[in-house]
């Protein structure tokens, strides 16, 4: 499942149902603010940052999670693409 987040203090997930989440619950938010062009967590529920995340320990039961930051050309990162499955 793919899935479109913005920048802002409750995140829309775009292929959630289009739910919001709050930042500080937000996958994403960690994806924006990495230095990485790629943040991978192959299993959320082992994973320090996200193991007691409420998307992790209830629906929708993230387990994997892979997002890239959306950056304009004037180098501001505006969102994340990411792919989030269950398994």
């Known amino acids: 499942r793919q899935c479109l987040c913005r920048v802002s203090n ?22 924006i603010m990495s230095t990485q062009d790629l943040l991978v967590v192959p299993n959320a529920s082992l994973d320090p940052r996200f193991m007691n995340n409420a998307l992790v320990t209830s629906d929708p039961h993230i387990r994997f999670y892979a997002g890239a930051p959306l950056i304009c050309p004037e180098g501001y990162k505006l969102g994340t693409l990411c792919i989030i499955d269950r398994k």
Do not use: M, V, W, Y
Request: glycine share 14%; hydrophobic share 30%; net charge positive.
């Open 10 to 31: 409750k995140q829309p997930i775009r292929g959630l149902g289009g739910r919001e989440t709050p930042r500080s619950l937000a996958f994403c938010a960690h994806a």
